[in-house]
């Protein structure tokens, strides 16, 4: 595995079908699942790490963001990714840049409402690096769902020509999603954590015993979380799986999408509802304690 810093780097090293795995590194299992994926179908795996300051808008969660480069490209390489990307903020944002993509609609509600330049941010980056790479299939988790419909539009309407995967939530062994915010949480915030996954468990649960009214499925999120362990709920919504758009009924995949702030921690979790199977995703567990948390 090589790791390089310019588009033109990464070019000269890839052949044959080209996969190309967008993340902001400290990896956990979730996106060795997703280097897994591309290694399994594309001829060459290119590997992107980039903290990418333009869907921070702002917060003071860029700086606080994990990074370890060399712990990343020990486990990419592992994973069996060819290429490791690590662009600077200045390769990436030429002096003077002044394009920026926003996917209309898609990007408005739920995560799009708490950080209004996010998914922006997202679109323009993830833009830039299919321009770059050119890769023929591009790997997403579905833990970020509505990144993934942004994702998705932005590659539809500006005809880049890239499969777009999105690959299931990997989840810890109690149930929480991973992220790599999750190393910031403390115990009795971690604790409280699993209220989130908890709470869609249940709406999966109502949904697969046949409930299809969304106002009962969200309330019966509302009802499992614990009120007294000091989360800070931004929402809890039910949107269609393909464009993030609002829903009066259930009639085709949609996810329901929680967002909480958590001793200082924004994290994210969703489940897929299939009407057409009648079952909800919950997404897949590791066997172990994450590589989050080292050898212990
Ligand atoms: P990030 O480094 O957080 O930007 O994530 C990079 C990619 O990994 C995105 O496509 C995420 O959706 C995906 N990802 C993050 N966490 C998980 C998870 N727990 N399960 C599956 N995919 C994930």
Known sequence: MRTVETFGQVRELVEGSVGLVPTMGFFHEGHL?????ARRSTETVVVSVFVNPLQF????????????????????????????????????????????????????????????????????????????VRPDVAYFGRKDAQQLAVVRTM????????????????????????????????????????????????????????ERSLSTLLGRASATIDVG?????????IADASDASTVDRIEQPVFVAIAADIGGVHLIDNILLDPTTERADRGTYIDNSSILYGDS
């Open 33 to 37: 699942s997703l280097i897994a994926a």
């Open 155 to 210: 590659a539809a309407d500006l005809s880049f020509p890239v499969e777009i995967h999105g690959l299931p939530i990997v989840r810890e062994q109690d149930g929480l999603a991973l992220s790599s915010r999750n190393v910031h949480l403390a115990n009795e915030d971690r604790a409280a954590a699993l209220n989130l996954h908890r709470a869609l468990f249940a709406v999966g649960d109502a949904f697969e015993a046949g």
């Open 57 to 132: 808008g702002g917060s003071p969660d860029l700086a606080a963001y994990p990074r370890d480069v060399e712990r990343d490209a020990a486990l990419a390489r592992a994973a069996g990714a060819d290429v490791l990307f690590v662009p600077e903020v200045d390769t990436m944002y030429r002096e003077g840049s002044r394009t920026i993509v926003t996917v209309e609609g898609v990007a408005d509600s739920m995560e799009g409402v708490h950080r209004p330049r996010h998914f922006s941010g997202v679109a323009t980056v993830v833009a830039k690096l299919f321009a770059g």
């Open 229 to 237: 362990a000091g989360i800070d709920i931004d929402y809890i919504e």
